[in-house]
């Protein structure tokens, strides 16, 4: 029971409050007094300065990723409000509220890391006994993809699914697709909402088993004085970044999960379910596609 949000620029180095506008950002960030379990981003940017190899070191990756996790909720985080200043053509930020009794523990927290690729998840992988996935043993599992994730959740299996697919070929976008086919012959009700992004691209797909809001997320923004913000908890939408006068083309695209404004008027679309957004995080176009 998460919030997700991710964006891919045109190559160019652009930060939260760059992409959202401050207030959006702040509203965004907010959403920790709910979700309230830890947080974390993954930023993909062009180093500024570049580490050399006259010290011994290898040479200096293209791409440098930024990677932060903790157990502290973002909005009690001054770190948060760095991040969210920290420009970057790539990104993903995840606001975590727990599920299924998974502990509360650095390695749960996402995004997850592995293979160039960071991944986040807003979902419980579950029976309809409520019985997560990380219970069956049953359930095929490449232990090696599992344990590269560093996790130990349901969110973790989802990742290494997808990580198995990867290293069968697939495209990305594909891998994400075949994951969700594959654990959806076990878990057909559950969602797999999520995020993932790697050197060259970012996506995002809406794949949710229940569209209508459980009177458990209900309940618990309820408590927050809240309800009216979780009758669409399930719902992503995406915004085109600006467009070049140039080109006339989008300059990247930025997804997020519902719970802070999102006016069509301002260019937000909603992703359908079981649909995903496809992008650039090196030339900014994007495209949707069905799994």
């Known amino acids: 029971m998460c919030r997700l949000l991710g964006y891919a620029t045109a190559g160019t180095n652009l930060s939260l409050n760059d992409v959202l506008g401050q207030s959006a950002a702040r509203e965004f960030i907010e959403l920790s007094e709910i979700h309230n379990d830890g947080w974390g981003a993954s930023l993909i940017s062009e180093p500024a300065d570049p ?30 409000a760095d991040f969210a200043a920290d420009p970057a053509r790539g990104a993903l930020w995840h606001l975590r509220l727990a599920s299924s009794h998974q502990p509360l523990i650095m390695e749960n927290q996402q995004p997850f890391f592995a293979n160039g690729l960071s991944f986040i998840h807003n979902g419980d992988i579950s029976d309809e ?30 990742f290494s699914v997808i990580l198995e697919y990867v290293a069968f070929g697939f495209a ?8 969700v086919r594959q654990l959806r012959q076990a878990y057909p009700k559950s969602s797999y909402n999520c995020m993932i992004q790697s050197e060259d691209q970012f996506i995002a797909l809406c794949a949710a088993g229940r569209e209508v809001t459980s009177p458990r997320i209900v309940e618990i923004y309820d408590q927050y004085g809240k309800a009216d913000k979780a009758h669409d908890y399930r719902v992503i939408r995406y915004r085109a970044i600006d467009t070049d006068a140039r080109t006339g083309k989008p300059s990247g695209v930025v997804v997020a999960s519902s719970g802070f404004e999102q006016n069509e008027a301002d260019g937000w679309t909603r992703l359908n379910n079981d649909q995903m957004i496809v992008a650039s995080n090196r030339t900014g176009e994007f495209r949707v596609r069905s799994i």
């Open 172 to 179: 990305l976008d594909e891998a994400v697709a075949q994951a």
């Open 51 to 80: 580490p050399h190899v006259r010290d011994g070191g290898a040479p200096a990756p293209e791409t440098g990723v930024k990677l932060y996790k903790s157990t502290i909720a973002a909005h009690r985080d001054p770190l948060s």
């Open 129 to 158: 006994n409520g019985v997560n996935i990380i219970h069956n043993r049953n359930y095929p599992v490449n232990r090696g993809a599992f344990l590269s994730t560093g996790g130990r959740s349901d969110s973790a299996i989802f």
